[in-house]
């Protein structure tokens, strides 16, 4: 099959328009304000469930990552924010949703990396497929996919879970082109996998929606199960399924969660207060709705700092899907008290165009956080024509800061430097 780059010019001047006006309407005194445009108004089928973001061709500026269940992973390379370039990272993608970005080879180019493969950055992204290696050819239909130092030897490890398989992380090996050394943790669920210290002794433990494993060991090699986290909607055809984010949201030197319960119409958003600081107790804070209309699935999760006031907010969309009662909309939360007891719920886009694992980064440059997301399926009367859609969200903070994103899902990103892996958060601008 010959792999060509597509370039298009997603612009149509009546849908831009409308849907700026409608943009322009969630304008408050937050200045929580976002622009659409189009990506991509023809990306092809359904089932388009990884989502990452990375700087594949070093020009300085993220890239956009989305792959298929099965299929076709391509990435996007913004121009201007109605001019993105289509390009191929590659086929047969063993996973589901989950996916992320890291330099697994240390050869200073990002990698990509979804279900039980590694897609390697020839270094010439723009015309070159990416090299697919598989580190365990029996995994696949991943949901969830995290990096993550587990083992305390600051090198990063691959977390993975979904509900056909379980909740387990993975050592690079030395040559990561040969088989990755495999670590089991747990019992899994369909989705909800998180990452972050929960009992204050400065090592990651991992969240797995309504239970945690503590890393017993500080090495990944003893996990001990506390059934205790007050969250998840245990109704089929996905039980306990949801996304989680793990970050001190009320500033008080311990990590509590975000969580969202992602594959149900009708689901919660909350925040959990890790009320003694050592994971042994939770209490539940769910933000509240602007109205009373039964949403669809919250299937996008992101905790990050998008008004540029220092502190974190919280963003989600509905799903196509899986719809609720009327059109899908983009919601953020700011944190106006800045320790998560006055959350102000901003819709950011109401234009019939829903979203699927969305991702946040600063694409225009601009010092603030965009959003870019896609679809799992789209809805026959969505504003697209029915088709899918992967769509950019441009951030018009008016005041610039220094953009702080906090830790979140997928937020640990390794490259070269020097020494084999430096570390990275690729939410924001901030690098340590």
């Not at 090495?219 to 996304?243: D, Q, V």
């Not at 989680?244 to 030197?253: A, I, W």
């Not at 603030?368 to 088709?387: E, Q, V």
């Amino acid at each position: 099959m010959a792999h060509k780059t597509i370039r298009r010019r997603f612009t149509t001047a009546g849908a831009a328009a409308l849907i700026g006006v409608l943009c322009g309407l969630a304008a408050t005194a937050a200045e929580v304000r976002f622009r659409h445009h189009f990506v991509d108004r023809e990306l092809p089928g359904s089932s388009w469930g990884q989502t990452a973001v990375a700087d594949l061709d070093h020009d300085g500026r993220p890239d956009f990552i989305t792959g298929r269940s099965r299929g076709e992973i391509f990435w996007y390379r913004m121009e201007s924010p109605d001019r993105w370039v289509r390009h191929w990272v590659g086929e047969q993608s063993p996973s589901d949703v989950g996916g992320a970005t890291l330099d697994v080879d240390g050869d200073g180019w990002v990698d990509f990396v979804t279900g039980g493969a590694w897609y390697r950055n020839t270094g010439k992204p723009r015309t070159e497929l990416f090299e697919r290696i598989a580190f365990d050819k029996e995994l696949s239909a991943v949901h969830d996919l995290i990096v993550a130092d587990v083992d305390g030897d600051k090198r990063p490890d691959v977390l993975t879970m979904s509900d056909r398989n379980n909740v387990r992380w993975y050592r690079i090996s030395d040559d990561p082109r040969q088989p990755w050394q495999r670590h089991d943790i747990g019992p899994s669920v369909h989705a909800g996998l998180g990452v972050g210290d929960l009992d204050g002794d400065g090592d990651l433990d991992v969240v797995r929606s309504n239970l945690w494993f503590e890393n017993g060991d500080g090495k990944g090699e003893r996990w001990i199960t506390h059934m205790n986290i007050p969250f998840g909607n245990p109704k089929s055809p996905y039980p306990l399924a949801t996304h989680c984010v793990v970050l001190d949201m009320d500033r008080d030197g311990d990590n509590d969660l975000v969580m969202t319960e992602n594959e149900i119409k009708a689901g919660r958003i909350a925040w959990l207060e890790n009320t003694d600081g050592k994971g042994g107790a939770w209490t539940l804070h769910e933000l509240p709705a602007g109205d009373k209309v039964t949403r669809g699935a919250y299937h996008s999760l992101i905790v990050a700092d998008f008004d540029n006031d220092g502190d974190p907010d919280v963003f989600t969309c509905e799903m196509e899907g899986i719809p609720g009662d009327r059109s899908p909309r983009w919601f953020i939360w700011t944190n106006d008290d800045g320790k998560g007891q006055r959350l102000v719920e901003h819709v950011i886009l109401d234009a019939n165009l829903g979203g699927h694992a969305v991702v946040a980064a600063d694409f225009d440059g601009d010092g603030d956080l965009d959003l870019i997301g896609k679809l799992w399926r789209p809805r026959p009367d969505n504003a697209n024509g029915g088709k899918n859609h992967v769509d950019f969200l441009e951030n018009l903070a008016s005041r610039s800061a220094w953009l702080r994103a906090f830790p979140a899902q997928n937020a640990y990103r390794f490259h070269s430097r020097g020494s084999r892996w430096a570390c990275w958060k690729y939410r924001g601008t901030s690098r340590w």
